[in-house]
């Protein structure tokens, strides 16, 4: 037996172990594509200008010193070993680390958020509440206490999500643009652009074209082409240390960044710019968290991206400084360190390495984009899950076509590598400033760490950072501004809907009717019940909304089981099964009413309708059968089911064939509960419930009449609401609410989106929200 053990936990850890290398593989086609084709344009965008009057080894050796330290300092000191490490629940980028605040300090944006939600066992998993002497406890009491300071880090994150959005649209851009203008050093034309330019532009849609396909099998068509890019640049790197410049590896010192800024002074410090380029794509590899793992993304880098990139800068450095005359225009670049007799063969894997580089940081806004949706900073559009076992790999086409027109607009607008360089610098920088304010956050409040620890994290990475985005803001009529023009807009975007949101569900929470006043509408209106399930489907966690009143008033009738869903994002990354439903009465037992909240952490994948209508209907029944009723406050009898598939001895559903529609089915006797057979269903369900002597008359025929209003049919009756400002309100208010929110409304998705309501099965109800 302990033979049989240790051999299934030996092939366990062998599983283990490969699945971290499978990972590890891909990432190098997902994650690490953007930082390993930097030194397509570093230095040419380096010595562009600013230092193109050189004629020393001097400027070579500084900047190659400072691309050291920069990659040394940012991507494998700050990222690798300590920002990877603030994961939430294993998903990173900007807005993770705002939600991993959100919950240590309660400063959550979300307007339907519950104290029920606390009880999660994700939203508690590794919450320790600082002592309360500490500072840690002062910050996160001020942070509660002031609204003004909830804002301000939510802004915060927005900046964060919004420049990462920018350089989703300009990476693509230089990279691509970058990798063909060897082909006018291969062909030696004059007139490059004429080439390069149309070059650019057809990889681009081919690179756009190709993301629906997914992260899953992108990752292993793109990981073979950046291990090939990367032994290639390591080739060169090697040839051109030993042929031109053995010494090289002197410039490693950080005495020569010192000689370099004394020497160059303000024009040194201008070139910043163009060594900054040196780490895009070092946020992709926390944005990316969640489609790999920490220890797969660390085993990538530190075995195969870093040394190859430190022997690939080195290379080139090797070769300037023996090649004085060419260091000026846009021939300091990386194919001129190439030989002649190798350039076509790199430039088709350098062309190639660019779509993959490309493909990181459309990946890493994808993800940054669903979850600014999920929190309720973004219009609703459609996430398509292209993993069933990787949650977080997910396509959104409307905004994969709105980053390919963007992308071909700034290409063909700029169209060279300089100006790209200082716009996508400005982008990667600002990103890198934010996630270092948000981490000195989590370390106290997260980590509990000592304040100190935090300040010097701020101070050090700050500083460097500081120093690198005043030399990409000095260029800012030199291409910087396209950033800042693209932030804006989405900031706007984003802002607008977040206020919309809010001040809608202000006015659902206002006019929410009350649950004696439904009661009372019986008699006096002559309500009938009509055969059943009616869906409502309503923002509000508590309280019947509005639009419910608007529709009795007009039509007096509703099904005879009704049913108020709310589906809601909590600011956690996955909720569990088990614990995503929540199911409360409404009224009496025998009016049939009930409150279902449905969870999803905002990695989560919705189910389609008809998984969704067996969870939403086994989960109800599993409720009546626990037996857990109480009065009419419907707040505190609300009780966590999850789903079929967790009631391994509860409820189950089959279906015509007789086959099991989830989970196994039990060993435990069964009982069958069958409907009248009156009509025949277009499909039959029923349900099948354990003998047990728990559950008792009132609750068998509560269940009997649920099967049955599920095997007459479904209705779902969503709000068709139209936002309007109300009178008196300010100018500003109306233009934000008449023009901006209602247009994003009528131009993004539906509420209910997620659900996928079939039409046959809908009823609208139109309402004015004067908000």
């Not at 900047?63 to 490490?85: A, C, N």
């Not at 400063?107 to 009880?119: F, H, I, R, T």
């Not at 260029?475 to 949101?501: D, N, Q």
Request: proline share 4%.
């Amino acid at each position: 037996m302990d033979l049989e053990r240790g051999t299934y936990q030996n092939q366990v850890k062998k599983e283990s172990w490969r699945t971290i290398l499978t990972l590890a593989y891909q990432s190098l086609g997902v994650v690490y594509g953007d930082l390993s084709i930097s030194p397509l344009y570093v230095y040419k965008s380096t010595f562009a200008e600013d230092i193109e009057h050189s004629k020393t080894n001097e400027e070579i050796y500084g900047v190659l010193s400072l691309v050291f330290w920069t990659l040394t300092l940012v991507p494998l000191l700050k990222y690798v070993f300590i920002v990877l490490r603030a994961d939430d629940n294993g998903e990173g980028g900007t807005f993770a680390l705002y939600s991993l605040l959100c919950r240590h300090a309660k400063v959550n944006s979300l307007p339907s958020c519950q104290l029920a939600d606390e009880d999660l066992s994700n939203y508690k998993k590794d919450i320790v509440s600082p002592e309360p002497s500490t500072f840690a406890a002062r910050l996160k009491s001020t942070l509660e206490k002031y609204r003004v300071l909830q804002r301000f880090l939510l802004v915060l994150a927005l900046i964060g999500a919004c420049m990462v959005i920018g350089d989703g649209i300009l990476t693509p851009a230089i990279s691509v643009f970058s990798a063909v203008s060897g082909v006018e050093l291969a062909m030696e034309k004059e007139h490059h652009k004429y080439v390069e330019v149309p070059v650019a532009c057809i990889v681009l849609i081919a690179l756009f074209a190709l993301q629906h396909y997914g992260t899953h099998k992108v990752g292993f068509l793109f990981a073979p082409v950046v291990i090939t890019w990367l032994l290639c640049i390591s080739a060169i790197g090697l040839y051109n240390i030993f042929y031109w410049n053995p010494h090289v590896y002197k410039a490693l010192s950080p005495h020569y960044i010192y000689r370099f800024l004394k020497k160059t002074q303000k024009e040194g410090w201008m070139s910043l710019g163009g060594i900054l380029l040196c780490i895009t794509g070092s946020e992709a590899m926390f944005a990316d968290l969640g489609h790999f793992s920490q220890l797969s993304i660390k085993i990538a880098f530190t075995s195969m991206v870093y040394p190859s990139l430190i022997l690939a800068y080195m290379g080139q450095a090797a070769y300037l400084s023996q090649h004085h005359d060419i260091q000026n225009g846009y021939r300091v670049g990386f194919y001129v360190s190439v030989p002649e007799k190798l350039r076509w063969p790199v430039l088709v894997i350098a062309v190639l390495a660019a779509v993959v580089g490309s493909q990181a940081i459309i990946t890493g806004t994808f993800s940054i984009i669903k979850q600014c949706s999920a929190l309720g900073c973004f219009p609703r559009v459609k996430i398509v899950h292209t993993s069933s076992k990787f949650h977080g790999q997910i396509y959104i086409p409307e905004i994969n076509w709105t980053l390919m027109i963007l992308c071909l607009a700034v290409t063909i607008g700029f169209g060279d590598t300089k100006r790209l360089g200082n716009a996508s610098g400005l982008a990667v920088i600002t990103v890198m400033l934010v996630t270092t304010c948000l981490m000195s956050l989590v370390i106290v409040l997260c980590w509990h760490q000592s304040v100190l620890l935090a300040i010097l994290f701020v101070i050090f990475f700050g500083t460097i950072e500081a120093l690198y985005f005043s030399a990409s803001l000095i260029k800012f009529f030199e291409g910087a501004w396209v950033p800042v023009v693209l932030s804006l807009i989405f900031m706007t975007m984003m802002s607008v809907w977040h206020y919309g949101t809010l001040k809608t569900y202000e006015f659902d929470v206002q006019n929410k009717v009350s649950v004696d006043w439904l009661l009372g509408l019986g008699p006096g209106l002559g309500i009938v019940r009509v055969r059943g399930i009616g869906l409502i489907h309503t923002e509000l966690v508590s309280g019947i909304p509005a639009i419910f009143s608007h529709f009795v008033t007009n039509l007096p009738a509703f099904h005879e089981v009704l049913v108020f869903l709310c589906v809601k994002s909590i600011p956690i990354p996955h909720v569990k099964h088990e614990e995503r439903f929540l199911v409360g009465h409404i009224g009496p037992r025998e009016y049939r009413m009930y409150r279902c909240i449905v969870r999803y952490g905002y990695r989560d994948a919705h189910k389609d309708d008809l998984q969704f209508e067996n969870d939403l209907v086994c989960s109800i029944a599993e409720f009546i059968r626990t037996g857990k009723l109480g009065l009419n406050d419907e707040e505190k009898e609300m009780v966590v089911v999850g789903t079929p598939s967790t009631h391994l001895d509860g409820i189950r559903l089959w279906e015509e064939d007789g086959a099991e529609c989830s989970g196994r089915p039990s060993t435990s006797k069964l009982t069958e509960i069958r409907s009248p057979p009156t009509i025949k269903p277009r499909k039959r369900v029923r349900f099948v419930i354990p003998e047990s002597p728990k559950i008792d008359i009132g609750a068998r025929e509560e269940l009997r009449e649920l099967m049955e209003a599920r095997e007459a049919g479904v209705a779902y009756i969503l709000g068709h609401s139209y936002v309007r400002a109300k009178k008196g309100s300010s100018l500003v208010k109306k233009m934000v609410i008449n023009f901006g929110y209602d247009f994003l409304r009528r131009n993004f998705r539906a509420p209910t989106y997620a659900l996928s309501v079939p039409h046959a099965s809908t009823l609208e109800v139109g309402m004015v929200y004067h908000i």
